[in-house]
């Protein structure tokens, strides 16, 4: 499964922006789906992941109220929302695909690429 984020960009705090994650090469409905994040000097942490069906969401405390994860999987894709941006949101962020329900990074199979954004103050 090859996965490729998009979306990423500028935005002034307190703004908004919706990474989207498309698949291919593979069936997406067979993974959970996360959104990981790092920033420059850290290590990459956990945002927000979603069950294979959409049922189920987690989000890490720090953008819990603000991001929204979802998925189409008649389109293949997942997206993230986030909302009420700001300068500590700044980060590459990953999408990634695991077999098993998990908020650890370890146990993601699939990555893509990563996606810049970057909050102003």
């Known amino acids: 499964v090859q996965l490729q984020a998009s979306g990423g960009g500028l935005v002034q705090a307190g703004g908004s922006l919706r990474l989207s994650c498309a698949a291919s090469?593979?069936?997406?409905?067979?993974?959970?789906m996360g959104w990981f994040r790092q920033a420059p000097g850290k290590e990459r942490e956990f945002v927000a992941a979603?069950?294979?069906?959409?049922?189920?969401?987690y989000y890490a405390d720090s953008v819990k109220g603000r991001f929204t994860i979802s998925r189409d999987n008649s389109k293949n894709t997942v997206y993230l929302q986030m909302n009420s941006l700001n300068p500590e949101d700044t980060a590459l962020y990953y999408c990634?695909?695991?077999?098993?329900?998990?908020?650890?990074?370890?146990?993601?199979?699939?990555w893509g690429q990563g996606t810049l954004v970057t909050v102003s103050s």
């Open positions: 979603i069950s294979w069906n959409g049922g189920y969401t």
């Open positions: 990634a695909a695991s077999t098993i329900a998990t908020m650890s990074p370890g146990a993601y199979r699939y």
């Open positions: 090469g593979g069936t997406l409905s067979s993974y959970r």
